[in-house]
């Protein structure tokens, strides 16, 4: 028997896991299935809150109205059941002292001396006490106090109305009506009524009855109390809540009155920010918020007519440089062939008439330069420049580039240096444009240099590749550097318009560099030359989110007179598609990029051609 109670007992043991396990698996279905939902949801909310207005206002008043319901309300239903319990305490404390009365005069009258009749007195005089009707309006427990020795003919030990027992009474109040003379007592209790148990209040006192003490409690029953009670808490819930509804109705439309002109204004800005200058806002009466629509359209009208004025004159600048430019080729077709000739037999004239002639050849050839580039720049404000993009190796357009600039390099006695890798960086770009924006570059440090060198590296990432021209000459402030890239900028307004070029070299290589999708980028300090970084990406079509050079270059040594400091860009890591950086040859080169095997190209500012060293 034993063995087959075991087995049946493992069996149950067994099934309650696989349920339990089931039970688990699907709570855990169910929440992984139910949080994706509470998560939209939350999300829904923050974002409504974050982006609308009339939602954000409507909540929080429905929030504080709540809030304020809930206060007010627990605050005036505990005062209704604090009055509620109060009066029936009253009422219940005098009750019971007349009853105790009466309950005690009737037991020091009794003649009785039997049992029969001593149960009986008793009997009838609670149930008197009771006051049985329809109704019963209170139940008691009568109870000897313990430890009584005398008298031991006592017939009457406990009796208690409606099966109640002394278990009812709380214990601290049977304490207090047992170290107690004549006082009365209360307390709170709950007593069992069929199947409910029932608020109430159990008032104590003693009474005698032949010699013996007893606790006699009369119980009142709060059940009608707590009915009004609860009626009451449902009346204020229910209140509170249409209230809130009424509340938040009322917020809804207010702020909907409010933010919806609001919210029109800011869809109309949008689309003025966006061109269509002729949206104007619907105003409606003549409040606070109607003077601010007219005010919004009377204002969007006066920046429509000013950006048709400025759209207006700006269409007539850009016109008239593109005519004046292409009505000036002609005519300075003709100078400069005249110049030419001039210049070409100038060793036949006196002094004057030669210095002359070579200022007229140098003069035409800088005002033929400056009509090159406002044709240029006129192309790019008509909207009209293409990129013609095709792969090719960068490294080999610098080159180029260094090789076309020798003579001047030559001229101001300027080294200039590449560090590049020892392979290809095949980009896809635009020569033309890009030799554009090197030879630019180049030239503007070797103007800017005082004869110093010039440093040129190319380095390349996964995604782009950047090529940096550094001089270390006069250098610039960072508030110079930040506006080098401007039309007919100069650093120093007194400088003579002989020197440099015609003003609009780097404003044309920063719109070359816009076409590529790329970065053209200055760095300056005074007396420590500057830096100019142009980055490119390696595909058409693609961004940069960082470029393979920094900047700000770091501090090198350079061969030159002792204790002179100069800065050259090195890349801090060797470049992902192969090859060394170098720097220039020389017994005091400076830190460079480590490698097995360094290759660079110098081009001595002394010669027209460059020389293969190796450092």
């Known amino acids: 028997m034993w063995h087959a109670v075991r087995f049946r007992t493992r069996i149950w043991v067994k099934r309650a896991r696989i349920v339990g396990v089931r039970v688990a698996r699907l709570v855990g279905i169910g929440a992984s299935r139910l949080l994706p939902g509470i998560r939209y949801l939350l999300r829904s909310v923050h974002r409504k809150w974050r982006r609308s207005l009339q939602f954000r206002t409507v909540l929080t008043t429905l929030m504080l109205a709540i809030s304020s319901f809930a206060v007010v309300g627990a605050y005036l239903s505990n005062q209704i059941a604090n009055n509620l319990f109060q009066e029936r305490l009253v009422q219940a404390e005098s009750e019971t002292r007349y009853n105790v009365k009466q309950v005690q005069d009737t037991f020091d009258g009794a003649q009785v001396t039997d049992q029969s009749s001593v149960i009986t007195l008793v009997y009838d ?28 003919n006592r017939w009457v030990e406990s009796r208690a109305s409606d099966q109640l ?11 207090a009506v047992q170290d107690s003379g004549k006082e009365q007592f209360w307390a709170s209790t ?36 707590q009915k009004t009670l ?24 207010v702020t909907r009155n409010v933010v919806s002109p609001v919210s029109h204004a800011a869809l109309v800005s949008e689309k003025l920010a966006a061109g269509q200058l002729q949206e104007r806002m619907v105003v409606k009466g003549e409040d606070e918020v109607a003077r601010l629509g007219a005010s919004f359209n009377h204002m969007a009208a006066s920046l429509q007519e000013q950006i048709t004025q400025l759209a207006t004159l700006s269409q007539m600048q850009q016109r008239f440089v593109s005519d004046v430019s292409h009505e000036l080729r002609t005519p300075l077709t003709t100078v400069r062939m005249a110049a030419e000739v001039l210049y070409d037999a100038r060793e036949d004239f006196d002094p004057v008439n030669k210095r002359s002639a070579e200022l007229l050849y140098n003069q035409v050839e ?10 240029e720049i006129s192309r790019f404000d008509a909207g009209v420049a293409t990129l013609d993009a095709e792969p090719g190796d960068i490294v080999q357009l610098v080159s180029h580039v260094m090789e076309g600039v ?50 040129i590296s190319v380095a390349a990432n996964d995604h782009a590749v950047a090529v940096a021209v550094r001089d270390h000459g006069i250098g610039m402030a960072p508030a110079e550097a930040a506006r080098v890239f401007d039309r007919f900028w100069r650093a120093d307004p007194a400088r003579a318009r002989t020197t440099g070029g015609s003003g609009l070299g780097l404003s044309i290589a920063a719109e070359d560099t816009k076409l590529h999708n790329g ?13 100019f970084r142009l980055t490119l990406p390696l595909h058409q079509g693609e961004t940069i989110t960082k470029s393979p ?50 290759a660079g190209t110098t081009y001595p500012g002394t010669a027209g051609t460059g020389t293969k060293e190796r450092s």
């Open 125 to 152: 005089t609670l149930n008197a006490v009771e006051g049985r009707g329809s109704v019963i309006q209170r139940r008691y427990v009568f109870e000897a106090m313990p430890e009584q020795t005398k008298p031991r």
């Open 165 to 175: 027992t002394i278990s009812v009474i709380p214990p601290e109040l049977r304490k």
């Open 190 to 225: 709950e007593f069992p009524v069929g199947t409910e148990d029932r608020p109430g209040i159990a008032v104590g006192n003693k009474v005698t009855f032949n010699g013996t003490v007893y606790e006699l409690y009369l119980i009142y029953d709060l059940n009608t109390a």
């Open 230 to 253: 609860d009626e009451i808490q449902n009346v204020l819930l229910a209140g509170g809540a249409v209230l809130a509804l009424l509340i938040g109705a009322v917020a809804w439309y």
């Open 366 to 375: 800088r005002f033929q330069s400056l009509l090159a580039d406002l044709l």
């Open 406 to 455: 020798a003579p001047v390099a030559a001229e101001y006695g300027s080294q200039i240096t590449l560090n590049a890798p020892a392979g290809s960086i095949i980009v896809d770009m635009d020569d033309r444009r890009i030799d554009r924006i090197l030879r630019n570059l180049v030239l503007n440090a070797l103007e800017h240099g005082e004869g110093r060198p010039v440093n």
């Open 519 to 531: 970065w053209l980028q200055a760095w300056g300090r005074k007396g420590s030359g500057a830096n």
């Open 549 to 598: 050079l920094q900047l700000e270059p770091v501090d090198v040594g350079l061969h030159g007179a002792a204790g002179q400091r100069t800065m050259l860009l090195l890349d801090p890591a060797p470049a992902p598609r192969g090859g060394n950086q170098v720097a220039g040859s020389g017994p005091d080169d400076g830190p460079r990029a480590p490698g097995p095997a360094d």
